[in-house]
């Protein structure tokens, strides 16, 4: 069916290291993909985000990595900090022929040690 | 200001009770969305609206209704709420299917 997925539910990093992120979705007529960064407390933060016809997005210190071959998509955190510590949610939109709604992952929390 | 407020930002309320909690947009979008979020769980439609006269149900609407009452206001009622609809509630904004959702801050229900 429809899914959204985490490889791992906790990732622990030192300060100053890079962080991966994965996620795997089921669906292959996905056609949009957003991270989302939920500190304590409060709601969902945009990231990233990433279009299937595109396979590498950069930001500022994130990079998102789409391979629909296998239908995996990544969030690459670089040199990690305190602040990046929190529950990230990849997220997968199948358009609008699908309703246009957003499938959430069920999230990673990342942990950043110093 | 946030773009997206939501009100109560906590509540309590007694199995059996109507509850609504309130959301306000001022990014000007006409997509709007209510959310839950279940302890350790990603976040799970319950409903979506892509304009004042449009509203569809998501994955969990069951036990909710909502009311879209201009394009900047989106209310989301229980209305018997139960045990297991204690969860965090998001409300969301979005102006279009592949443009990024803004979120506000959540509303924490507690149903006794």
């Known amino acids: 069916g429809e899914s959204v997925g985490l490889h791992l539910p906790t990732l622990s990093v030192q300060e100053g290291d890079n962080s991966i992120i994965n996620c795997a979705y089921s669906?292959?007529?996905?056609?949009?993909f957003i991270w989302y960064k939920q500190e304590s407390g409060k709601g969902p933060q945009f990231i990233i985000d990433?279009?299937?016809?595109?396979d590498k997005r950069q930001g500022q210190r994130v990079t998102v990595l789409l391979n629909k071959t296998v239908k995996h998509l990544s969030l690459q955190i670089a040199a990690t900090q305190p602040g990046d510590s929190a529950v990230y949610f990849c997220?997968?939109?199948?358009?609008?022929?699908?309703?246009?709604?957003?499938?959430f992952g069920e999230g990673t929390q990342l942990t950043v040690n110093p | 200001d946030a773009d997206v407020t939501q009100t109560p930002r906590n509540r309590i309320t007694k199995t059996g009770k109507r509850i609504m909690l309130e959301c306000s947009q001022t990014k000007g979008h006409d997509r709007m969305y209510w959310y839950r979020q279940d302890p350790g769980l990603g976040l799970r439609l319950i409903y979506y609206?892509?304009?004042?006269?449009?509203?569809n149900k998501g994955e969990i609407s069951d036990g909710y209704s909502v009311s879209r009452q201009a394009q900047a206001k989106f209310s989301l009622s229980l209305e018997s709420a139960i045990p297991n609809q204690t969860a965090l509630y998001f409300c969301?904004?979005?102006?279009?299917?592949?443009?990024?959702?803004?979120f506000g801050q959540g509303t924490r229900l507690t149903v006794v």
């Open positions: 969301a904004t979005s102006a279009s299917w592949n443009t990024e959702a803004f």
């Open positions: 609206s892509f304009d004042v006269k449009d509203i």
């Open positions: 669906n292959s007529a996905s056609d949009y």
């Open positions: 997220a997968e939109n199948m358009g609008e022929t699908s309703g246009s709604r957003l499938t």
């Open positions: 990433i279009r299937s016809n595109m």
